[in-house]
């Protein structure tokens, strides 16, 4: 069964940003991440789980309960907020104690639960030191302890990771993880950040403008990103205008290639196409979605190169790229640091398909795909 | 990185400042001890001190005033919560409550005082409403709320003067730390009522505490609202300090040091106390993550 | 979390709002009831029980009260004179004090702050009464000017915690940044931290008008009952029985500082509308 359940989620889109037919599941022990920028509606989706904001449609089921009529404290989830306060009045031990005794938790057991929780923060010894005394990093772990001491069925965490220094952050993501192995909750995480994403999730959500563009595992959402929105979002940085002809034969400018899966491409007759078998697509693509090949070497048939200028070249610590100008737009791809180009140089673009995405430009999504299925299904189970 | 010149341009503003409270303090000892003012014998002495402080005029109007102060410290503190709690809204009506609440600010003490009077005294307007209402046949029928021994007339005409005052510094000690910290107990999983109890209330009044130990210190030591509004017995101690130093003789007015040093003592010793309390639980300082 | 709030949390929309309208009523009288009472006896030309307004209520028993009393305004010159040119000191030197004091730091910061807060705490009548006698040798008793001085005793006091907050926060960069684009040490002043400070300076101001204005002690150990403010006025008129009197001075002494702050605040809340 899923311990968290959200169905055609609607949030008003106000001073905040609002949510549009959100729908996913997460099972216990699952970690769901969404990801967004910022005005995606991340805080928003949290806020309407946690009961701070009120959806204007939709279900949120926790546990087995439809929760959207509850307040705050009687839903079973705990919200870790993104710049998390202790209670300047309680001790550290109280502050982490605090969801234990608002469950009136009694006697014993409080005492052994916080002392656990503290250890798994590493903060054992701090037990009696006071918020103001307490460095930043140090106040985050004892936030994250406080979230996870009453052992909620559903965890949300709002960018637990942002703002803190590269250390700390994956000590932090470590002792997360940690916790979360322990009792396995559902947990819900939002962060901008994707590489944070990659590293904590078992699914990653994409949320664009208030929608959930595509829901799958990290390598679902890398390598087949379902719209061209999320193709974005994840950093494909390259996108060329084209059109798909046939269904089989993509075309930019001069260039013909043919789409991997279909039949090979017959000769161009300029007979038998309508206008129905054009259809207009974006061919997306990262850096590493295309190679430069030297101006002047002879091209296959059909011919899929694209000609190009060499405008500057970029030295960054993951590895040398160059910016081209083309007849279709501006292209950033990987070079050879063997191989520089000088900047001025006429060289050639080869587009490599097993790296390249192709998006129809009418609805954003991938070309091919078949509605609903592709790597966007609700759940995997 | 502070400059020598820096320092020592705090340094000299500090002194600046104490130095009016240093020198009367100053000369206030010197002529308690016998060693300045116009009873002066040049040979320091505490018997004038001791004579001073063992009177029960004294302390009976030291602990008077000490009583009035704590108790509309207490009712005004209280009066401040429930308002900041009721009124802590975006609303129109919030913002009316409060705005209504903090109006008086401004108002002088005297004021404050010259209205209970016109108010509570015994041919005041609650008197002449109980009159025409046919609750009672004359002043003197009116229970004496003013220069009354209780002191109840000067406690209320205090309250309503110090609401204004501690209503705001609630109002912002909820809208800086309460809203959010209340937000975040909710999201662990709180109750209105643990919300309340376990974080509303303990945020407000540590928050509330400086302000309301300036309400008391001040109260202590004011002297025209008990002038106007104290009995004559027993005689509140700023009155009977202002009586003994305009009296005619000498040996009075040499008392009225000993008084004025006491009415010193009271205000550090509030500071002290407040200062203890803070190290002792901690006020709030800091604590967002 | 920026989202839309369901409520503030303790408050339900809608519900317990009979009781809330009854807190405001209630609110409403203790708050307005005695100011309101102070221009009814004013007016009442003779508030005798059980009379609820007066023997003869109206404007003309204002007229009469004006009339029969001169020393009401020339009491409110006074008054006006001193707490302007105490509020205007306060504001003055709180600035530089204040200012001084926040470049304190660690424990000297605490003692800095505790010598700002001594004239604060300190009782005034404790304060004039240790005093009077120096302002005497320095032949300050009896005249506006020492009165000034010694309404400035407390007033500087708040005004300097009060700047010494301002500065806590202020962001000194901004007058480098003035030095490094050529402004000389006045032109850093008058261009840059006096407009920057426009705001507190009016609200120093305030503080220390209010604080000469309510001054009762202090003017009458050192004015040496010479210098008639309206506090002291009213003081005597209503030891002496005479309620009108009283009530109109109070009432005088209540409009001036109601129109100050509102004042203040609404020029602030338009200022912040034009500034960016």
Known sequence: MSALVVDALDVPFGDAAGLTDVSFRVRSGERLVVVGASGAGKTSLLGALAGFVSPSGGRIEMDGHDVASRPPERRPCVLLTQTPLLFPHLTVFENVAFPLRVRRVVGRDVRARVDAALAAVRLESFGDRRPATLSGGQARRVALARAMVSRPKILLLDEPLAALDPSLRESMRRMILQMHADYRPALVMVTHDLAEAGRVADRIGVLVGGGLEQIGTPEEVFRRPATLQVARFIGLRNELVGEVRSGTQLVVGEVRLSLPGCRSPRPETGMGEGPRDRLPVSLVFGVQGARLVPDGCPASYPVDRIPARVESVLHAPEGTTARLTTDHGPVEVRVDTAEVPAAGTAVQLQIRLDEAHVFERSSGSRFGARPGLDGGGLHRA | MTRPSEKSFGIAAALVLAAPVVVGTGYATAAALGLAGAGATGQASLDRAVAVLTDPVVWGGTLWILWVAAASTVLSAAIAIAIAVTFRGAGRLDALGRTLAVLPLPVPHLVAAVGGLLVLGQSGLIARVAFHLGFIDGPAAMPALVYDPAGIGLVLALTWKEVPFLTLVAVSVLATRGDALERTARGLGAGRRDVFWRVTWPVLWRGLMPAAVAVFTFVAGSYEAAVILAPSDPLALPVLTWERFVDAGLGQRADAYVLALLGFGIALAAVAVHEWVRARIGLLDGGSA | ?276
Not at chain 3, 27 to 42: D, E, K, Q, R
Not at chain 3, 108 to 129: D, E, N, Q, Y
Not at chain 3, 234 to 256: E, F, H, I, R
């Open chain 3, 1 to 276: 979390m920026s989202a839309r709030v369901r409520s503030a949390p303790g408050v339900r929309p809608g519900a317990g709002s009979t009781f809330r309208w009854s807190v405001l009523v209630v609110l409403g009288v203790w708050a307005l009831a005695p100011l309101v009472l102070l221009v009814v006896v004013s007016a009442s030309g003779g508030w005798r029980f059980p009379s609820l307004l007066g023997a003869d209520p109206g404007l003309g028993a204002w007229r009469a009260v004006g009339a029969a009393s001169g020393s009401l305004w020339a009491a409110l010159g006074t008054s006006t004179l001193v707490g302007v040119g105490t509020g205007v000191a306060a504001a003055a030197l709180g600035l530089p004090l204040g200012r001084a004091l926040s470049n304190l730091r660690g424990a000297w910061r605490i003692v800095g702050a505790g010598c700002a807060f001594m004239p604060v705490a300190a009782p005034p009548l404790a304060l004039g009464v240790g005093l009077q006698y120096s302002f005497l040798r320095m032949d300050l008793g009896g005249g506006v000017a020492g009165v000034i001085l010694a309404h400035l005793i407390p007033a500087l006091g708040y005004t300097s915690l009060f700047f010494l907050g301002v500065f806590a926060v202020f962001d000194r960069e901004i007058e480098s940044e003035a030095r490094r684009l050529g402004a000389d040490a006045w032109q850093v002043l008058t261009r840059v931290t006096l407009p920057l400070l426009r705001r507190p300076l009016a609200e120093a101001f305030v503080l220390g008008f209010l604080v000469s204005w309510a001054q009762v002690p202090l003017t009458l150990l050192v004015g040496q009952g010479q210098v008639r403010t309206l506090t002291v006025q009213v003081l005597s008129w209503v030891q002496a029985g005479q309620d009108p009197l009283a009530a109109a001075g109070a009432v005088l002494l209540v409009v001036p500082p109601l129109l100050l702050m509102g004042g203040a605040s609404l020029a602030f809340q338009r200022a912040q509308v034009v500034a960016p």
